[in-house]
């Protein structure tokens, strides 16, 4: 090993090893040209509303609008072929936001927008980041991942998590090695991205709430909804 590859940072080399392994299982994954779609919503169309209840626990849908989203580019088109949005408001605990972004384009380059990317975008600042496990029921657990994010004139909290075939990706390789890994069975994956946030004084406050507000959202989830949520381990494949 070399003076100048001894003084590297340890992740800079995970990195790049990391980067190396991505480019070859690409380079192989593309070679085999995967054709067959492996969804969890088999409609070419999928309508993501009826999936999703409008009153959960004490909260109750009052809007669509008023939420962080991707910058409106050609990109964003690209990644999502379905996307929802609602504010729900409580009487006796703060507002929660939910979005669900969903990608079932058979592109072979999948990809999804994380709120590390599209909050700074909106000229936010992310101040904590850290992840938070959710138990999502029957044996599933879902690494979600809390952030802080805060603008001149407004802040939020946040639990997302990423879905991707049946892995729930929490790094930039992570994502692509879930793609490169489905490609390498001749399949092209579909993924989501499920993001809920709130306005809270602090970080314990905001984590409280969001917690009230999704478990009891997973307890209401229909099997076809499970299945988009979490994968294969949410919901047992329809028949026929």
Not at 146 to 153: G, K, M, N
Request: hydrophobic fraction near 40%; proline fraction near 10%; charged fraction near 20%.
């Amino acid at each position: 090993m070399s003076d100048e590859q001894k003084g590297m940072p340890l992740i800079t080399r995970r990195s790049m090893i990391a980067g190396g392994l991505l480019l070859g299982a690409a380079g192989i994954a593309n070679s085999r040209r995967p054709d067959e779609p492996f969804k969890m919503l088999p409609e070419a169309e999928p309508r993501l509303n009826p999936l999703f209840p409008w009153k959960i626990a004490d909260w109750e849908y009052q809007t669509s609008s008023g939420l962080v989203l991707p910058p409106p580019d050609q990109l964003s088109d690209r990644l999502y072929n379905a996307i929802i949005t609602r504010y729900y408001a409580s009487p006796t605990n703060l507002p929660v936001m939910m979005l669900v972004a969903y990608n079932g384009v058979q592109d072979g380059m999948l990809q999804v927008h994380r709120p590390e990317v599209c909050y700074p975008a909106a000229g936010y600042q992310i101040e904590h980041d850290r992840f938070i496990p959710l138990d999502a029921g029957g044996g599933v657990e879902v690494p979600g991942h809390y952030l802080a994010a805060r603008s001149t004139s407004r802040h939020e909290q946040m639990i997302y998590w990423t879905r991707i075939g049946n892995d729930f990706p929490v790094r930039w390789w992570q994502q692509h090695w879930s793609v490169a890994k489905e490609n390498l069975k001749g399949r092209v994956p579909d993924g989501v991205l499920i993001r809920f946030s709130t306005a809270a004084p602090d970080d314990e406050t905001a984590i409280r709430t969001l917690r009230r507000f999704i478990g009891p959202l997973f307890r209401q989830l229909s099997p076809k909804a499970r299945r988009l949520l979490f994968g294969e381990a949410g919901a047992p494949a329809p028949r026929g």
